[in-house]
């Protein structure tokens, strides 16, 4: 919702601008009445499409145009690094990703799972529809399945919550705001057709079919903005937290010793967790804490606590694939 | 008499909460989840039931409090095994018509529509064909193909290699 509010503020100054009107001759009122009733037209139906952008920005988009900016966001990230070609590491990784996706509020997403080419960063990310990527960097880190299953479990909570789809959706609004204010805005704004913007506002998901060819430049400037942020900002520091804390919730679920996750989450440098939303120690603290209160917040898990080996949890090794892999 | 009934009160409170945090209605999170005569991995199975499926809740078991007693919709009792089993429902999911309409699908559909949409959608193949490298567009489908690979059997399979099953069959 951030910067909204000036956007508005922008688009009503320019709607209210008279353009050269100190150079106009003066007129009679009688005939300057219908131009200004005219102007005054123009600027309550531009506010009014504003407003309609703000609406659309709300809607939660469904599946389909879910999966499909989660696929252009994707292939940005393989294009940028590069997947593993190793058949074997990539199968290993799907299979633990999926036995906890299936577990998740969302099992029914077509999940995948792909390894990124990047030793120097240890990294993981997620896009909408279904698409988690782990860097050979934090492969490099684990010790064992249950620390790569806290990871993708991480990730999974970040799709099923749809931080990433929340935020492609306030770039829509704010696409949609620039195209309706303005007849000279960027090609992507322009992009914004006037029939998208109508059959868009006209659908209760405020679907965009991206299948229709003259859609694929809009496509393309929100990919490159939702992208953007994720690789520059991420998930707001509350979305990590929730995405922490849910992830030991599916790690008890599918039968992995939970405490792993909190052990690599520490072991991480504070370069690799730049970008999260407190330090390793403090990031490992808030989870030891929330694993300690699972059982109050939940009464099909309370006796089952500390959630150890003792209690049918455990970490198995990583396979012989993906430590060839770390290897490298 | 007055310590009496501050205790009785406490009592009161602390079942008023205990009531309040059992839930009704438990959702299965698992696929092929058995329902168990006994609370017991080896106990025999009533019937199976799969994600998104809804069970009344009749409690944790005293004795194996690792398992729960349930009951199908269609009057089937057992118990079933803690993990295979959540508070929450699962989300459902929303599918668009290319005319904009919303179609939401029911929990069963929404657990499992996943196999039927996976692949590159048109609007993302003509967005590679114009934005990304023939290299990354390649490697991209053939992480899907092998995502549409990897099967139910296959994961389950891992996870009991993987000593994961514990009583959850």
Redesign the interface.
């Known amino acids: 919702v951030n910067g909204h509010p000036l956007l508005l503020a922008s688009f009503f100054t320019l709607a209210a601008a008279s353009p050269c009107a100190s150079l106009k001759p003066p007129q009679r009122p009688d005939l300057v009445r219908a131009p200004q009733l005219q102007d005054a037209r123009t600027a309550a139906d531009a506010a009014k499409k504003a407003n309609e952008c703000e609406e659309l920005g709300l809607r939660e988009i469904a599946f389909d145009e879910e999966q499909t900016i989660g696929q252009t966001m994707a292939l940005k990230i393989i294009g940028n690094k590069g997947l593993v070609q190793d058949e074997e590491a990539t199968r290993y990784v799907n299979v633990v990703g999926r036995s906890l996706a299936e577990r998740s509020e969302r099992p029914g997403l077509p999940w995948v799972f792909g390894i990124v080419n990047d030793d120097k960063e240890a990294n993981a990310f997620s896009t909408p529809g279904g698409y988690v990527f782990i860097t050979t960097g934090m492969l490099k880190k684990m010790e064992n399945e249950a620390q790569l299953a806290g990871v993708l479990a991480h990730e999974i909570i970040h799709i099923t919550e749809r931080h990433a789809s929340n935020e492609y959706r306030r770039f829509k609004a704010s696409t949609c705001k620039a195209a309706v204010a303005s007849d000279v805005g960027s090609s992507a704004a322009r992009g914004f057709a006037t029939s998208t913007l109508s059959s868009a506002l006209g659908s209760p998901v405020g679907y965009i079919d991206y299948g229709r060819a003259d859609n694929t430049p809009l496509l393309g400037d929100l990919t490159e903005k939702t992208a953007h942020w994720l690789t520059t900002q991420g998930p707001r520091d509350v979305e990590e937290q929730r995405s922490d804390e849910e992830a030991l919730l599916l790690l008890i679920s599918a039968g992995y010793a939970p405490g792993e996750y909190v052990k690599l989450v520490r072991s991480l440098s504070a370069d690799a967790e730049k970008k999260k939303y407190s330090s390793s120690e403090e990031r490992a603290r808030s989870l030891e804490h929330a694993l300690k209160v699972i059982p109050s917040k939940d009464p099909l898990l309370a006796p089952l606590k500390p959630f150890g080996k003792a209690e049918g949890f455990v970490a198995p090794p990583l396979s012989r694939a993906l430590d060839r892999l770390r290897a490298r | 008499m007055k310590r009496t009934l501050c205790v009785a009160t406490l009592c009161l409170a602390a079942s008023a909460a ?1 009531a309040q ?3 009704d209605k ?1 959702y299965v ?3 092929n989840t058995p329902i168990t005569e006994t609370p017991a991995a080896s106990g025999k199975t009533v019937t199976t039931v799969e ?2 499926d809804e069970l009344l809740y009749g409690g ?1 078991d005293k004795k194996a ?2 398992y ?1 007693q349930v009951t199908t919709p269609d009057k089937k009792s057992g118990f079933v095994f ?2 295979n ?4 429902p ?2 459902l ?4 018509g ?5 179609t939401e ?1 029911d929990r069963k ?7 039927a ?2 692949g ?5 193949e ?3 064909d ?4 023939p ?3 390649a ?2 489908k ?3 193909d ?2 549409k ?2 099967s139910a059997e ?2 389950a399979s ?2 009991s290699s ?7 069959k």
């Open positions: 205990l945090q059992q839930p438990v999170r698992a696929r994600p998104g944790q409090p690792k729960h803690f993990r089993i959540s508070k929450t699962p989300k999911e929303t599918r668009a290319s005319d904009g309409t919303a699908l559909a929404s657990a499992s529509f996943g196999a949409v996976r590159m959608t048109p609007g993302a003509r967005y590679a114009k934005n990304a490298t290299a990354a567009k490697q991209f053939a992480l899907e092998l995502g690979s990897v296959g994961i891992h996870r993987a000593g994961l099953q514990g009583g959850g």
